[in-house]
């Protein structure tokens, strides 16, 4: 289906136009909810108003479903599954069991495991990984210490954070070094408005996004990145994550919906690493020159290599190493084209 762009999205809402329903949703940041096009609810204000592909993203962005609307549906299932992602909202510092939870829906463990992925798009697992993150992230984001940001999200120590970031945000070294060995790798390519993109992922993560002219070049690429893992082309039905976050980079590169917050699996050496994740804290709209970002990480004196880490990126847009510039202001490099780096920076409303 060919994506929306803001424009059309912003429309369908005002018409309030059920064609749109299922296609896309939108939260209201003044109500903390989200709806489908056609909702029948005041109209709220455009700079308000946030867009996003699938339903599982507004919930991890923080957004209640409309209870006018409804966009998860009235069923009663799928007020059980709301009910156990409020739960595991309310409980980020726990340890959650899935029999737990399936106490809540009155469904046996494994039932609701299959219940909740199919309606969220994730496990309950999963989501709960992904609402620490993103309050760790807006935590150090607004300015507050890392110890409070740890313990605000709910990791509870840490050790647990660093435990957390290693099989959400990375993995060690040696495990990068052994080449994905051992490991199914799912990909799958879509044409996007910077050109044809890779997407790949492990059960982590996301540990590829790449762009070029040719399908059978990017998956090269892949392959010499992971020469030892096992390499799968994604069937929307075996991956449905993978699928949807494809869409939501889309989206977020072709019609400036906001860019989506999913897993990383990020490997490299543990230079890499902490250059990769300073580059998660630069906002959009934002640049920092190469030494900016070396003083930043307490290495004020290795400019030349965070550039060739950033260029040794292979995660583009999602880590955003395309807000790195030189102290002049040029661009610099880009490991996918300096038109494709200029594209980006205007659309985030940055002109060179």
């Known amino acids: 289906m060919v994506p929306l762009s803001e424009n059309e999205m912003r429309q369908a809402v005002a018409q309030r ?3 749109f329903d299922g296609r896309f ?3 209201v940041i003044t109500t903390g909810v989200f709806c489908r096009p056609s909702c029948s609810s ?7 108003v946030r867009f996003f592909a699938d339903s599982s993203a507004a919930l991890l962005a923080g957004f209640q479903p409309c209870q006018r609307c409804f966009p998860l549906g009235k069923s009663e299932q799928t007020q059980q599954m709301i009910a156990v992602a409020r739960y595991i909202e309310a409980h980020l510092d726990e340890k959650i069991t899935l029999a737990q939870l399936g106490d809540i829906a009155a469904l046996s463990p494994s039932r609701l495991q299959r219940v909740f992925k199919a309606m969220l798009g994730i496990s309950p697992k999963h989501y709960q990984d992904a609402l620490r993150l993103n309050h ?3 935590s150090l984001q607004q300015g507050e210490g890392v110890t409070e940001a740890i313990y605000g999200a709910g990791y509870g120590s840490l050790s647990r954070v660093y435990g957390e970031a290693t099989r959400t945000m990375g993995m060690t070294p040696k495990a990068y070094g052994a080449g994905g060995e051992g490991e199914n790798i799912h990909y799958a390519c879509r044409v996007t408005a910077l050109g044809l993109m890779i997407m790949a992922a492990t059960e982590k993560g996301v540990c590829s996004v790449q762009f070029g002219d040719d399908e059978s070049h990017l998956v090269e690429l892949l392959s010499a990145e992971f020469p030892k893992a096992t390499l799968v082309p994604s069937a929307a039905q075996d991956t449905p994550e993978l699928d949807n976050w494809m869409t939501a980079l889309d989206h977020h590169i072709s019609q400036g919906a906001p860019k989506p917050e999913v897993p990383l699996d990020i490997r490299g050496t543990a230079f890499q690493m902490k250059v990769w994740r300073f580059l ?3 906002k959009e709209g934002e640049v920092m020159s190469y030494s900016e970002v070396a003083a930043h990480i307490d290495k004020p004196n290795a400019v030349r290599a965070v550039g060739t880490a950033c260029g040794k ?4 847009i999602l880590i955003p190493c395309h807000r790195v510039l030189r102290s002049d202001g040029s661009l610099g490099g880009y490991r996918w084209g300096l038109e494709r780096k200029q594209a980006l920076l205007v659309k985030e409303g940055i002109h060179q």
């Open 25 to 27: 949703y939108y939260g």
């Open 313 to 316: 990126n292979r995660i583009g």
């Open 17 to 19: 136009d059920p064609r």
């Open 280 to 282: 998660l804290s630069i």
């Open 42 to 48: 005041k109209a709220a204000k455009p700079e308000n």
């Open 136 to 138: 760790f992230k807006r």
